[in-house]
């Protein structure tokens, strides 16, 4: 959100402008609801995506403008849809010369309230396309290299990741940590630099690799330029962040996980049959209802109480184990480690709710550990 | 206190200065309530050195552990802000990510704090003065963490760098407050700051060196636990820092409890692409574990024992319940609290200059205390008749005795934990680990019972008789560097023989060569088998066959392993034996495991349970006395509610419930049993019972129903 004070306004250059921002048009015509003199439109809405160069031609425009600016992020889906039809009449309220510009990757649709209000001037900013990336992003030649060479970079580059990504930023960034990459063979002297197909042949299984780990942020930036001059055995054995996924627990916090597994993925009126151990005859075909089984794990975990947790935990632990205060504190550990989630409200006491939030492959994980075998306890694979 | 007003509320009574009580010292909250008030001083201040070493001991320790991943984390923090000053193409071109690192530290959260203390304390002394850490209980929105955050950074600089400004730090912190929080204004400051540094603010605790290198150090934020931060909290306030990085060197470092993929759950790809993560792992907590034991518990330095009950107790605190090293030290803290208050005795369990002096001062009781304690009983009654009623009627003869058994008890100490660790050297590695893994787990089978009777033992033993002769030989290498630690006499004479055997075996490799193999000159029984069709027959000659070879001559090699593995035996069953065979050893450990217990894993409901059942046990009211588990008819109504539910069913009928306990009560009033209004329910007996069965309620015993009228169901089954 910018609020614009002309009355600091000296002069207006419009020239310069024109050649710092790519889009021109789209600055142009931003200026023309802008009048540093008479009053101005008193908001406009622009949306795009992300790096479709909102901010970049806001601040350009600050600064040519010379304007006096403010600006706070905030969640406008979250606040009070009286504070944005408040901001959106700003000029009116304040009776100055202000205009209020609203930035977003959202469009207005998603913001206007329900009980109407001053509709604000919409400008979107479409996304670029692959020729305008092409274009800007040529325009960042590595100074030792020719124009022509790191355009066909680009393009390489492009034909990789355009299918994935389309913002400018994050495209800028694998261009420069994959630059020297693309460079090593004519530094060797292999290649010349007209030689497009084979710089392609050579930097394109590592274009790839980049795809999975560094553009995920599976391994940092940084790690990603040490690993470029590493052997590729030793580059091998860098693992991602969610390779590891192993989690030590104390042994009965893995019980009351599995316990707590158990009770959101299984019906409850199936635990007589799993936890007792004369539990009668229970006719089959009552028991497996039809539309029930297999679809447990895709409806995603239920939730449960308190006391159903405890009652399959002591069921499925192999000691006796008495209910001390250590075994509850571990229940509420599990849930800031955010392997539990409480469903009732914090204040609820009585009776509290939770559902358990980890995988199936981390809770076998887990039950292998202290050799449970938790696939047999399972509602939707028996 | 009485107050004017009609209505029942909380009142809020600010002591008058007057009558502030005076603040017991901690002495003399030890000497209160403890067992031999004479010699209760010296307790204390031997407890509290102890103490005071264990503290320093952990702490050094903790250091060392967190020296190798604090060293990588600050090269991480000073390679990141090298690499921002760049200005060569390719940082220029570079997404301007705020360096992160994911600091790995497991799932007991309680000793996270000690780590975070002391790398802020690390950061702040070579890094960047400039750290602040964050808790997410105190960053429920945006608005209070961007304060915290703020605060931290602005405050801690004006406390840390203008020393002779004493004044503005009261009202400085007032003033950010009131001030709009925006990371604009850390922005000012910073760029403020820095420019001053380069001509040197006096007091700065940085080194010239690091200076120069860093004319802008980074500004460092700690978020503690990161699982439990609200992630829309924790994506805005990435967001805006991601803004202002070009102008302010932002460095993250997230607390991570559970595995990094937390982060990829927490942050969506457009906020986790505006960080540069790196991970980093630090020492699992059973690794922890393992060094506190091997230096606080398995050291003769520190006199101050736990039985073996104790140790398993801690240990299964720490193994079932939260795996936290900062919790067993509490433990150990407690224990020897505990020893130093309740034991008299523990007035020995010190330096052995000081304890032999201490048992000069003994006073009278004391020592009939120790003629008291079961070890010394078993030691007298090993003796001669007259050396008996020696010990039992001369006071000075048992000094000196006692003097001398000390003596042994320190021998004692001195010798068994080399030879624990090498009896664990030998063991640790063998396929199945008949005696644990990791030293802490024979150390309790030798606590319990004298180890080499143990099954365990002898399948061990068996297992290193099969070792192969490298590996022999490297772990009896081990054993040696073990042994050249200790100092004691008898640890000196066994490493000799050890060493002997060591040049023995080197030298068989040369010998092995020289003698010719004898062993052809055994007939072979398989020869002759095959002519033999008879089962029995055929039975025979392998039974003679296997003797053979059992009888069959040993190579060299075998024969020395042998011998070492006897060696190794005899030190086992002579400095091996559990401290109970020691006399006086009460004096040094600690074996009260029911208090520890009760005080490190707190049975709540069963408190509850005793407290109904029994309600003599809290109130100690003698009119509350009973036997038999019967509850007398002047306990409290709760206690008669509960005893009599206690014989219901599933469902209890409350009119019923009510005749009951009325009855009960009428008895307690001593109304005569034959009158008319023996029994009868009056308004304060409804009152009364109606208030019981709601704390029941409350207390979770009971529910209402809707099943049937006027019932109300039992929770509860079994317990009395």
């Not at chain 2, 035996?569 to 050893?585: A, F, G, M, R």
Request: aromatic share 8%.
């Amino acid at each position: 959100m910018f609020l614009l004070d002309y009355k600091k306004l000296n002069e207006y250059r419009s020239e310069a402008l024109d050649s710092l921002v790519p889009v021109i048009d789209v600055c142009l015509g931003l200026k023309s609801y802008i009048y540093p003199h008479q009053y101005s439109y008193p908001s406009i809405f622009i949306y795009g995506h992300r790096a479709s160069g909102k901010s970049h031609v806001m601040h350009v425009l600050m600064k040519e403008l010379e304007v006096r600016e403010i600006s706070t992020p905030f969640h406008c889906l979250d606040t009070d849809a009286s504070l944005l039809s408040a901001l959106l009449r700003l000029q009116e309220l304040v009776e100055d010369n202000v205009t209020v510009i609203l930035l977003s990757e959202i469009a207005w649709d998603k913001f206007r309230p329900n009980t109407g209000c001053f509709e604000p001037l919409l400008l979107h900013f479409p996304d670029y396309s692959k020729s305008e990336l092409q274009q800007i992003l040529s325009q960042n030649v590595h100074p030792s290299y020719s124009a022509g060479f790191y355009s066909a970079y680009i393009n390489i580059l492009l034909g990789v990741f355009y299918s994935v990504c389309r913002d400018l930023r994050e495209l800028r960034h694998l261009a420069a940590l994959n630059f020297s990459k693309f460079c090593e063979p004519l530094a060797e002297g292999k290649v010349k630099e007209t030689d497009t197909h084979k710089l392609w042949k050579h930097i394109e299984p590592h274009l790839k690799k980049a795809m999975q780990t560094v553009y995920l942020r599976e391994v940092s930036s940084l790690q990603w330029e040490q690993m470029q001059q590493m052997e590729e055995e030793e580059a091998g054995a860098l693992r991602g962040l969610s390779a590891h996924t192993h989690v030590e627990l104390p042994y009965y916090s893995k019980f009351l996980l599995i316990a707590a597994y158990l009770a959101s993925y299984n019906p409850a009126r199936t635990d007589k049959r799993f936890f007792l151990k004369h539990h009668g005859k229970i006719r089959k075909t009552n028991f497996l209802k039809k539309n029930e089984k297999t679809s447990n794990h895709l409806l995603g975990p239920k939730p449960f109480p308190l006391d159903r947790l405890l009652a399959i935990f002591y069921s499925v632990v192999d000691s006796r184990v008495a209910p001390t205060a250590s075994i509850f504190s571990q229940i509420s550990s599990l849930v800031t480690l955010q392997l539990l989630a409480q469903v009732s409200h914090d204040d609820q006491l009585d009776a509290p709710k939770y559902k358990c939030a980890v995988s199936l492959d981390f809770i076998c994980a887990i039950a292998r550990t202290v050799n449970f075998d938790i696939v047999k306890y399972l509602y939707d694979f028996l | 206190m009485a107050t004017s007003s009609v209505s029942k509320g909380c009142f809020v009574f600010k002591p008058s200065a007057k009558k502030k009580k005076k603040t017991l010292s901690l002495e003399s909250y030890f000497v209160q309530g403890c067992e031999d008030a004479e010699s209760s001083e010296i307790r204390f201040r031997l407890c509290q050195e102890l103490w005071d070493e264990i503290k320093t001991d952990t702490e050094v320790l903790q250091d060392e552990l967190n020296r190798t991943i604090l060293d990588s984390l600050l090269d991480f923090t000073r390679k990141c802000s090298s690499t921002r000053q760049n200005s060569d193409w390719t940082s220029q071109m570079r997404a301007s990510e705020i360096p992160t690192a994911a600091l790995m530290l497991g799932v007991n959260v309680p000793d996270h704090d000690m780590t975070f203390q002391s790398l802020s304390d690390m950061l702040k002394q070579s890094v960047s003065p400039h750290v602040a850490s964050v808790q997410a209980k105190e960053c429920g929105a945006l608005k209070h963490l961007m304060k915290k955050v703020l605060e931290r950074l602005m405050d801690t600089v004006v406390v840390v760098d203008d020393e002779d400004e004493e004044e503005n730090v009261e009202t400085s912190p007032r003033v950010h407050r009131s001030m709009h929080c925006s990371l604009g204004i850390l922005c000012d400051w910073y760029t403020a700051r820095t420019k001053k540094s380069p001509t040197g603010t006096p007091g700065k605790k940085r080194s010239s060196q690091v200076r120069d290198e860093q004319q802008q150090p980074p500004v460092v934020i700690i978020f503690k636990d990161l699982e439990a931060f609200n992630p829309r909290v924790l994506q805005d306030f990435i967001l805006i820092c991601s803004q202002y990085i070009d102008r302010l060197p932002l460095t993250f470092i997230f607390g991570i409890a559970t595995s990094p993929s937390t982060i990829q759950h927490m942050l969506p790809h457009s906020v986790s692409s505006l960080l540069c993560i790196e991970l980093f792992q630090s020492l699992s907590c059973t690794q922890h574990l393992a060094t506190v034991i091997d230096k606080l518990i398995l050291a003769s330095r520190i006199h101050f024992k736990l039985n073996g009950k104790v140790m398993q107790v801690l240990i299964g605190v720490f193994l079932y319940h939260d795996f936290s090293v900062r919790n067993f030290i509490k433990g150990l803290q407690l224990a020897l609290l505990e020893h130093f208050h309740s034991q008299p005795l523990s007035v020995l369990c010190c330096k052995k200059k000081q304890a032999l002096f201490n048992v000069t001062q003994l006073s009278k009781p004391n020592l009939d205390r120790i003629r008291q304690l079961p070890s010394f009983k078993r030691y007298v009654e090993k003796q001669e008749a007259q050396e008996q009623v020696n010990l039992m009627t001369d006071d000075s003869h048992l000094k000196e005795v006692c003097q001398q058994l000390i003596k042994d008890l320190h021998k004692y100490h001195k010798n068994y934990y080399p030879i624990l660790r090498c009896l664990h050297t030998l063991t640790s590695s063998l396929p199945r680990y008949p005696l644990g893994k990791q030293i802490r787990e024979l150390y309790l089978i030798c606590l319990a019972k004298n180890v080499w009777e143990n099954e365990d033992y002898q399948s061990a033993m068996k297992l290193v008789k099969m070792l192969a002769k490298g590996e022999m030989v490297s772990l009896l290498q081990k054993c040696v560097e073990i042994l050249q630690l200790s100092k004691s006499k008898k640890m000196k004479n066994a490493l000799v023989q050890l060493e002997e055997l060591l040049a023995k075996f080197k030298q068989l490799d040369t010998a092995t060569e020289m003698t010719p193999t004898v062993e052809a000159s055994i007939p072979s029984p398989i020869k002759n088998l095959q002519k033999k069709t008879d089962l029995f027959q055929l039975q025979k000659t392998l039974l003679e066959m296997n003797e053979s070879r059992r009888a069959k001559r040993l190579s060299p090699f075998e024969n020395l392993r042998n011998e070492a593995l006897e060696f190794i035996d005899n030190l086992v069953k002579s400095h091996l034996s559990p401290p109970e065979s020691q006399p006086l050893y009460e004096v040094c450990y600690y074996s009260s495991s029911a208090t520890v217990r009760r005080h490190l894993n707190a049975t709540p409901r069963t408190s509850i349970q005793a407290a109904l059942s029994n309600p003599y046990y809290y109130l100690q009211n003698d009119s509350l006395k009973s036997e038999d588990g019967t509850v007398s008819n002047t306990a409290p109504d709760i206690c008669i509610a509960y005893k009599l539910h206690l014989e219901c069913g599933r469902l209890i009928n409350l009119y019923d419930w009510l005749e009951a306990y009325s009855t009960v009560v009428s008895a307690a009033e001593g109304n005569d049993q034959d009158s008319e209004n023996f029994g009868k329910v009056d308004e304060v007996k409804h009152a009364r019972f109606i208030r019981a069965v709601s704390a029941l309620e409350f207390l979770g015993f009971i529910k209402s129903t809707k099943q049937k009228t006027d019932h109300v169901a039992r929770l509860t089954w079994g317990g009395c």
